[in-house]
């Protein structure tokens, strides 16, 4: 598994962690006059701050010109910094290269689908593949390493940000040539290519390297496996990037450990992180809570995934909001509490730090009204209050610093591929969204009252008594083998609609759906009926499904019917299902859309069997979410209120949105 590659060496060495839960921000003196920096630490200090993320949009300062360079005023911040016991992230800078930069190399510039340039005047105007920028960016990146190796405010280096925020899909020349070589590296010959791919149709058979193009905008719907590889290369080759800058960071300071904020959260969709965690010595992220009542259940949706991702050890939350974003459509602040619970959330999750963007709400620039530690209003508001009694909070809890993801006995598998093919058009329905499918299963769990691991689809399956796969679209060979394992050895797999469907170049597994996974749930599904708009499909149970229905053809001796479609066409066809295997193993396979209250349903007929889906009692009736951390003989017993409401889970008052820390002997 990928993740077992992640060093982490951030806990190995102690030399971020030392006992204490890091707090802190990005940290912008470049935008402020020098005396502001002054009441900076002074307030930083009252928070109890303990670590900034310096220097990350500084590069047209520090090198205002080629080749010249001017580190007095970060000299001076990072002294200053360290003299009030302030540690620095610092970062490489590289995140938006400067105007000179893009006049004198305008060949650095990102190409979007449509030909579209992408200039300078915000940020992230880069191709990842740009040989030229990649130079620039080095010598930055080796200079900045050489000068502050020694300084002793440094714990860690921070890559460029948010690698491929806007500049993941690049369909530039440079990217063309760049996307050639990973798939010859990939297929080998053009025939391997051409048969993944299934050129045969539309006449798009290939008969030189140097014919493939990145699907850029063509007349209607392009090749899906030409996309999928695009996908795939272009995640990769932003990797390709913070590999790049690691390796001299590594060379310059090989002690000092090395990450970049990931985005594991909704609203990215298009970097496979799984496949990032060996490359960091560990993991950072990036969380902004979705406004309204999913919003919370949602942070911890991703935070779970995040600290699987890191294989269950510590990770450093780097970046979320003390309040309102400024790039919704609508940006409501956060409502009393929610700073102080989604900060606990994260650390339930295993977070060992708490960052915020940004330590000091901007005067100027396109993010003046995103939410910092500091707001506008200064120091004497509300958000400034909140911000130094979380402080204090953390200080308070800092005994579970180090302390590991306490492993649950049901898995919710993850799978980044899926999500990037699942919702494409030329599809049954454009209607049909991954990431909803999944949240709706974990929500399910969290409402009867059962611990869950998001787990990427790569990692092992061992251990889990349940597995939920919703929506796994994408199966090859070696994860059909693994799921069918898990009801063969006496577990239990559920499995949902247009799962198994395609194989890894996205071409239908034959013989009737859900391909990959039809033997193991012994059923055969020969027709998808996806439903329009205000037509839903009724279930015998009561559930209605609103997007998606199938046609369940053949169903085996050993599966019973546990639900059935209710009037319209597919009326008395089954619709949810379940086998029986040898050794006590189930599958499930739920054939629609069931929302959260259906998918309960599923899971409670599931419990006889299952006793991991047994409700904990600590989680009062699902109205608590209850998250452990373990270290020794030890556990962090987190309790976590998920209602507006006052709530009493096992002897622990919890006020509305709470979160509540327990130590307790582990055994
Ligand atoms: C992140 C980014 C920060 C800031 C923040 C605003 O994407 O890393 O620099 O823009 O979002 O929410």
Known sequence: MTTDATKNRWVKNGSLGEGKLRFGADYNPEQWPREVWDEDVRLMREAGVNIVSLGIFSWALLEPRPGEWDFGWLDEVMDLLHAHGIDVDLATATASPPPWLAKN???????????????????????????????????????????????????????SNELGCHNLYDYSDDAARAFRLWLAARYGTLDA??????????????????????????????????????????????????RAEAAVLHEATPDVPVTTNFMVAQNVRDIDYVSWAGDVDFVSNDHYLRPGPIGRDDLSFWANLTGNIAGGRPWFLMEHATSAVNWREVNPPKRPGELVRDALTHVAHGADAVCYFQWRQSRAGGERYHSGMLPHAGADSRVFRDVVALGQRLQEIAGITGALRERARVAVLFDYESWWVSGREGHPTEGLAYDVEALTWYRALLDAGVRADVIPASASFDGYEVVVAPMLHVVDEALRGRLAAVAESGRHLVTTYFSGVVDEYDRVWLGGYPGALREVLGI??????????????????????????????HVGDDVEVLDTYAGGDLDGAPAVTRRRLPGGGTATYVSADLGVAGAGGVLRALTAEAPALAADPLAADGRVEVISRVQGDTRHLFLANRTDEPVRAGDVELAPREVAVRTQPRH
């Open 105 to 159: 190399h305008p060949e650095i510039l990102p190409v979007g689908v449509d030909g579209t340039v992408f200039w300078p005047g915000s940020r992230q105007h880069w191709r990842p593949t740009s040989p030229v920028f990649r130079e620039h960016a080095l010598r930055l990146t080796r200079t900045l390493a050489e000068r502050y190796a020694d300084h002793p405010a440094l714990v860690a280096w921070h890559v």
């Open 193 to 242: 290519l051409n048969d993944a791919w299934g050129t045969a149709f539309w006449s798009q058979r290939y008969g030189a390297w140097d014919e493939i193009l990145p699907p850029r905008i063509a007349p209607t719907l392009r090749n899906p496996g030409q996309r999928l590889d695009f996908e795939r290369f272009s995640s990769d080759a932003v990797r390709d990037h913070l």
């Open 524 to 553: 055969r599904v020969e027709e998808f009926v996806p439903l329009l708009a205000g037509s839903p499909a009724a279930l015998a149970s009561g559930a209605e499904a609103t997007v998606w229905s199938e046609r369940i053809v």
